[in-house]
């Protein structure tokens, strides 16, 4: 049980270009879901909370504008990455949390943009 | 400032060694702790405490929580090659209407043959 499924796992693209993370509870209903960014030899950073059928809310120092976030249901978050730039190529994870507050990563994101 | 720290940083054992990773922590309205294994993708969910004293087992792999000397241990016996991954801790505390994670850098453990 508790399986998060992240898509697409890797993405290459142009600089400019707009990039959509999705991620999903597959076994569970997730109130609640987390987007992390870890950069290489680095522990994951959070950067935002997702709640379904309410605003994200950021951590200090994530643009919200950058990172749009949407959790319209109960098993589905996105994250677009907007107007993508080479600083933005990282590893992008995200979580969602079950009924005991446990939190179930997905397989993760490589974005890399050129 | 909420701080995980974990020790050591990276381990190398032979296989058939026991190993304990630390995890020790500042957070406040704190939770829980949970532990993960992170090997080429996303951290696998191990354990998670929540009372003190109690130890979570799973095969080889056991963990405790003391939440009076705020930390926790991760104990791995007669260890595989396998086992080789960044071995992720977590304070989950509540705020803001939610709870968090915030992670620890991570112990690196190669288990060499």
């Known amino acids: 049980g508790a399986v998060v499924s992240q898509h697409p796992s890797w993405v290459i693209c142009k600089s400019g270009t707009s990039v959509k993370i999705e991620c999903r509870s597959l076994?569970?209903?997730?109130?609640?879901m987390f987007w992390y960014r870890q950069f290489p030899k680095q522990s994951l950073m959070l950067m935002a909370t997702?709640?379904?059928?309410?605003?994200?809310?950021?951590e200090q120092g994530v643009e919200k504008d950058k990172f749009l976030i949407n959790h319209a249901s109960l098993t589905l978050s996105t994250l677009t990455v907007t107007s993508a730039h080479p600083e933005d190529s990282s590893f992008y994870i995200c979580?969602?949390?079950?009924?005991?507050?446990?939190?179930?990563f997905g397989d993760g994101t490589r974005l890399s943009i050129l | 400032e909420d701080k995980v720290v974990q020790s050591p940083l990276s381990l190398v054992v032979h296989e058939g060694d026991t190993v304990t990773l630390n995890c020790s922590y500042e957070?406040?309205?704190?939770?829980?702790l949970l532990w993960y294994k992170q090997e080429k993708k996303a951290p696998t969910f191990l354990f998670m405490l929540?009372?003190?004293?109690i130890e979570k087992k799973s095969g080889r792999l056991s963990s405790i929580l003391d939440k009076k000397e705020l930390f926790s241990i991760l104990n791995i016996t007669a260890t595989q090659t396998g086992d080789s991954a960044i071995y992720l801790c977590?304070?989950?505390?509540?705020?803001?209407?939610?709870?968090?994670?915030?992670f620890g850098k991570g112990t690196k453990l190669s288990v060499i043959p």
């Open positions: 979580s969602a949390r079950d009924r005991a507050r446990a939190q179930h």
């Open positions: 076994d569970f209903q997730a109130t609640t």
């Open positions: 997702s709640n379904e059928g309410s605003k994200a809310t950021y």
């Open positions: 957070v406040t309205n704190f939770r829980s």
């Open positions: 929540t009372s003190s004293g």
């Open positions: 977590a304070a989950l505390r509540s705020g803001a209407g939610s709870y968090q994670l915030t």
